[in-house]
């Protein structure tokens, strides 16, 4: 007998790859093309920009192989532009995997990469970066050009994490993507889960769910953890405004309101991405794709 | 039934068939993580020093050990410690080795977990786990241990050596200014020289005291004279100077000065040459906190001197490197009482430990740090603190606060006895690293 397929099956935490290209946009030989990429733990992403504007980007899952990722992310955002690998003229790696980018002219951190990025998307006004993860969460400081001033980073913890949203996604069934709204849809915002760690939070969202706390209610206990531990993080390395968010989570609506409310501050407004290609998820590609236009023009100088 | 003395009180419930494995799987990987680290050291710097040839040979343990179990067997004796406070000088004119039992084995640190729990420093928990299956030769061949009672850990620390070895604890007073301190601690050391006495069978006269504290002076005079090197433009990578100052720890003292200071000739040469051991442009920063000990606690300064862009340490602000050796004992009449002052006020005084406090915190170790700053015209400081490591990790604000003043970025990296947190370590320090040549740079 056939078992009927088990909902357990369904991968609620998988979030959408995308890609985009601006094809109006035409690139020619002598246009300083340059590209970002950055290999996360949890995904990577490629930013391709002429003379330092967004031509094409794609976003993926990082696979078990950094280098294949990497190939593969950047191959997906040059598809179909008739761009090939000799066109770009610096390619600069960064995020986790950034040593095992094999066609990068150099690697930089996605610290540095982050802040460049915020300071391209939402302009010199920006001084506080908070980018949020797969696997680890910072808190940056930066200066009007978009310079690293000091930082603070959370790391070997899943905690506070894109990773630990798609684990509570995966537990309350609830698709990646809806997952900031479903946290808003309380009457009132629930006291925070005591405990971020991904493990323990989980058991204690167990125990909710039994006490027979709506999903909806459980999942805003821990958006409201989660938003705590990151505002934690931004109030000691000193906030100071404009203040952006950058990442995965930077498009989760359930966290950044939070954050607002915890922090008392506004953040900038979410740029109209899908348009003007100034993508926060991707920040630390531009960032990349920025500098590697930097060095390139810094190396032909003479 | 054993007599209560004779009982371990914290003994692990292994077999004698374990204890060889263990240690015998630890000892390789120390080999291995030695001639690794090495390695690395000789790549980092391509003109390295020819004098540093000793420095490698000297660190792989065996070397020392071979020597500490012929001395033994000619009747010496060998007496170790845990801190800095034990006074060498009064081994050394008893005759016997002084050698310091720190263990910065990551694997042993796995085995003191089974005896404390892992909120314990994980030096402390390495060096029990070091005893428990004899991985290290010093704490071994040592017929004595003396024991700073400093941080909690060290205190707690020698309670469970006591199972193995006879401790000889020194009570360190927390407030050093005063005249009763000073006069308390020149008890401590009056109670130690007798035990050190009564050990060797050797008489500490004044004769022998004068040499010895002559000794001392010689090495401090050759280690003075390297850190004037690092003053300049690199002439030696930092991971290099630090292994020289850490194998004064077991290392034969007369045979380090006279290395060291054909070490110093060397660099000298170098630098007339202009021959630097990394761009002069490189940033240069200053490590401190808790103190970073061989072989496999060299994560940290590797890390530093390989990432990308790189770094250089022109100086550091720790027990197992700087302040090993940087105050001299200062005697103004070589009579018995007048040295034994001036040994105790170098142990005492000049220490910068975090274990002291006063009226503006430990405003010794702070101010030095602003001088190092200052005169080794350091870029950048990271302040290193392992998970455990109370006292550095409480001082780290006040540290912050004037560094911010002296718009002397510094950045607090924490870890643990662990290889696995390499990467994002990694990414911290290069982060940090970039900020520096930024101010320069892009």
Request: glycine letters at 6%; proline letters at 4%; aromatic letters at 8%.
């Amino acid at each position: 007998m056939e078992e009927p397929p088990r909902k357990e099956d369904v991968e609620y935490w998988r979030w959408q790859e995308y890609r985009r290209v601006f094809a109006e946009k035409k690139w020619r030989n002598k246009d300083v093309i340059t590209a970002g990429i950055d290999v996360g733990s949890v995904g990577s992403k490629a930013v391709i920009m002429i003379d330092g504007e967004v031509y094409s980007w794609g976003i993926m899952r990082t696979g078990s192989n950094s280098p294949d990722s990497a190939k593969k992310v950047l191959s997906w955002a040059m598809e179909g532009t008739g761009l090939r690998l000799d066109d770009i003229k610096y390619i600069v790696g960064t995020g986790y995997g950034r040593v095992n980018v094999p066609m990068a002219n150099k690697a930089i951190t996605e610290i540095a990469c982050h802040a460049k990025g915020a300071n391209y998307i939402w302009g010199p006004s920006v001084r506080t970066v908070l980018d949020v993860g797969g696997q680890d969460i910072k808190a940056i400081r930066c200066d009007e050009t978009g310079r690293v001033v000091s930082f603070l980073m959370n790391d070997k913890c899943a905690a506070g994490t894109g990773r630990g949203m798609e684990v509570f996604a995966d537990l309350l069934k609830i698709p990646i993507e809806k997952i900031g709204e479903v946290s808003l849809n309380v009457a009132e915002e629930p006291p925070p889960v005591s405990c971020t760690c991904v493990a323990f939070a989980k058991t204690e969202a167990i125990s909710l769910l039994r006490k027979g706390w709506s999903k909806e209610k459980v999942l805003a206990a821990y958006t409201h953890a989660m938003a705590i531990r990151m505002s934690n993080l931004v109030k000691r390395v000193g906030l100071e405004r404009e203040f952006v968010i950058t990442g995965g989570q930077s498009k989760n609506i359930g966290i950044v309101s939070r954050i607002e409310k915890i922090l008392g501050v506004k953040c900038l407004p979410m740029p109209n991405w899908r348009e003007n290609g100034l993508d926060p998820m991707v920040a630390g590609a531009i960032g990349a794709a920025l500098f590697a236009k930097a060095l390139y023009e810094k190396e032909h100088k003479n | 039934m054993k007599k209560p003395s004779e009982e371990k009180k914290y003994m692990l419930e292994m077999s004698t068939k374990e204890v060889e494995e263990l240690m015998a799987a630890i000892r390789a990987t120390s080999k291995k993580m030695t001639a690794e680290y090495i390695e690395r050291m000789r790549k980092a710097d391509k003109n390295r020093p020819k004098a540093m040839q000793y420095f490698d040979e000297i660190a792989d343990f065996e070397k020392r050990e071979k020597e500490l179990l012929a001395a033994k067997q000619s009747g010496k004796k060998v007496v170790g410690y845990m801190c800095l406070f034990a006074p060498i000088e009064l081994i050394l004119a008893a005759d016997a080795i002084p050698v310091r039992v720190n263990s910065g084995w990551y694997d042993a640190s796995k085995l003191g977990d089974r005896v404390v729990p892992v909120e314990v420093c994980p030096m402390v928990r390495s060096t029990i786990g070091a005893k428990m299956i004899g991985l290290s030769p010093y704490l071994e061949l040592s017929d004595a241990l003396i024991s700073g009672l400093t941080c909690d850990g060290m205190t707690k620390l020698s309670e469970i050596l006591s199972d193995y070895k006879p401790i000889w604890a020194m009570a360190v007073p927390r407030l050093k200014d005063s005249a009763q301190s000073l006069d308390f601690w020149r008890e401590e050391m009056k109670t130690l020289m007798k035990q050190i006495e009564a050990l060797t069978g050797n008489k500490i006269t004044r004769g022998k005291l004068k040499s010895a504290i002559e000794l001392t002076q010689r090495a401090t005079k050759a280690f003075r004279r390297l850190q004037d090197l690092r003053k300049g433009n690199p002439v030696i990578m930092g991971r290099d100077a630090m292994l020289v100052n850490q194998t004064y720890m077991w290392d034969d003292i007369k045979r380090w000065t006279e290395k060291t200071e054909a070490l110093c000739d060397e660099l000298e040469e170098r630098a007339r040459q202009r021959n630097w051991a990394c761009p002069p442009d490189t940033p240069r920063v200053m490590v401190t906190g808790t103190p970073m000990i061989w072989p496999d606690n060299w994560k940290v300064p590797s890390i530093i001197e390989e990432a990308n862009p790189q770094g250089v340490l022109v100086a550091d602000e720790l027990c197992s490197s700087e302040r090993l050796l940087y105050d001299p004992v200062g005697v103004d009449e070589w009579t018995m009482d007048d040295m034994l002052n001036a040994i105790g006020e170098r142990y005492l005084m000049a220490s910068t430990c975090p274990c002291f406090t006063s009226d503006d915190g430990n405003k010794d170790r702070i101010n030095w740090i602003l001088n190092k700053v200052k005169e080794w015209k350091v870029n950048g400081v990271i302040y290193y603190v392992v998970r455990g490591c109370m006292l550095y990790a409480m001082e780290y604000m006040r540290v912050k606060k004037v560094l911010d003043h002296m718009s002397i970025p510094v950045y607090y990296l924490d870890t643990e006895y662990t290889r696995e947190d390499v990467g994002p370590l990694k990414t911290r320090v290069e982060a940090f690293l970039e900020m520096l040549t930024a101010r320069v740079d892009i």
